[in-house]
């Protein structure tokens, strides 16, 4: 009986009728302040009806455009998905109708691009689920994602006296102009943080120098070397992740305070590496072990040295692969937190981790801290969106062997 496409299709539409209200009403309320919330009923009843419609319309755009002109005229009567609250202007009614129709509308007909207004196949049934479900997975994680950082950056450009005013105002002035991002130049000027982002590039460099130097030599012994002991070592790698860091801390702190290392960046760079190395191992042996050893044996039985041939044969070939593990850990080294924190007292000689956390400070602004957390988060979100590709490629790269 479920398996009816006049069944199928209207459920479908009201759960993501539901969906959609929820994300316009949220996103309406962050980026203007006004009152916008999402009715129950009414999406589902909304939703039902548009999934008939779609089903009933087979072509795109004219489906689509129905159903965008059905729900905004409900929410301008104030009968339709997205309720809004009093003294909210008509424009701002208006798009949050056309958003919410719109976005029922053209996914709903790709939700049920196969189905029928009859008896449905069950491979057709669990397509349009599976679509449903994909949608609503990509609406749930991209919000988990965004609405954090749209409000953190959002707070660090808003005003102490704003702030004050109404907490929870997200939206923005952009009449102050340039004065919108005075916590910023504040940061900068006052509290130092052009140094913090530079501590923080050099150590995360550094880190990444020290890894590989370590961890290529190691991966490649445990990838195409014969020892007594090899596979317990390669299966124990990750093991000192087993152990949380936190329990490691103290003594860390205690032995660096003895010898003479806490509150200095060659401690938190001899520190760090301790962290990346067997991760960069891991990763790094099962691409070596992907390489066809053949052209290795070529350039030993050529002449050349196993130093040689790692050199030049063995790197040249793996350099997504250490480019991708050069990346991972400088994310890694640049978002570490505990130890910086704990052995970095010197404002003088924080990382940029530490910086941030130095505002977490009822006498310090709240903006100043969103923005602290903007600086930090921006700079490596921006390298991994532009190397992401390259990551990829290079984790992948020897999956398949040969």
């Given at each position: ?23 316009v ?14 009715s ?11 999934g ?60 049920t ?12 049934f ?58 910023y ?14 501590i ?105 040295s ?79 969106l ?17």
């Open positions: 009986m479920y398996r009816q496409g006049y069944i199928t299709a209207p459920v479908l539409g009201a759960l993501w009728c539901f969906i959609v209200a929820v994300t009403t949220v996103s309406f309320s962050f980026a203007t302040g006004e009152p916008f919330k999402p129950f009923w009414l999406s589902l009843l909304y939703g039902a009806i548009a008939a419609l779609v089903l009933k319309v087979p072509a795109r755009w004219p489906a689509t455009m129905a159903v965008t002109v059905l729900i905004t005229a409900g929410c301008l009567i104030g009968f339709g998905p997205t309720i809004v609250g009093d003294g909210v202007g008509l424009f701002k009614v208006l798009l949050a109708g056309m958003a919410t129709g719109f976005f029922v509308g053209l996914p709903m007909h790709v939700i691009d196969e189905l029928q207004w009859g008896a449905l196949t069950r491979h057709e669990e397509e349009s689920v599976i679509r449903f479900l994909t949608g609503a997975g990509y609406i749930f994680f991209t919000a988990i994602v965004l609405i954090p950082f749209y409000v953190m950056v959002m707070t660090s450009l808003k005003s102490q006296q704003a702030l004050l005013q109404n907490p929870l105002d997200f939206s923005l002035d952009i009449s102050k102009g340039f004065d919108l991002f005075r916590s130049s504040e940061l900068f000027l006052d509290f130092n943080f052009g140094t913090y982002l530079w923080s590039f050099v150590v995360s460099v550094v880190t990444v120098a020290i890894t590989l130097a370590f961890s290529i030599p190691g991966a490649y012994a445990i990838a195409r070397l014969r020892f007594k002991g090899q596979a317990m070592l390669s299966r124990s790698i990750l093991l000192i992740y087993m152990v949380p860091m936190i329990v490691l801390a103290l003594p860390i702190y205690i032995v660096f305070s003895m010898i003479g290392l806490r509150n200095s960046i060659f401690g938190i760079v001899m520190i760090y590496p301790v962290t990346t190395i067997p991760v960069a191992l891991y990763m790094l042996q099962g691409y070596f072990r992907g390489l066809p050893g053949e052209v290795e044996e070529a350039g030993l039985m050529d002449g050349l196993r130093l040689a041939v790692i050199w030049k044969i063995t790197l040249p070939l793996s350099l997504p692969a250490i480019a991708s593990v050069s990346l991972y850990v400088f994310m890694i080294a640049w978002n570490e937190f505990l130890l910086a924190f704990m052995l970095l007292d010197d404002p003088s000689k924080f990382t940029l981790t530490r910086g941030v956390a130095m505002l977490n400070s009822s006498e310090i602004p709240r903006q100043h801290l969103m923005a602290g957390a903007v600086i930090a988060t921006v700079p490596i979100m921006v390298l991994f532009g190397l992401e590709r390259f990551m990829t490629k290079g984790l992948t790269a020897g999956s398949v062997k040969g």
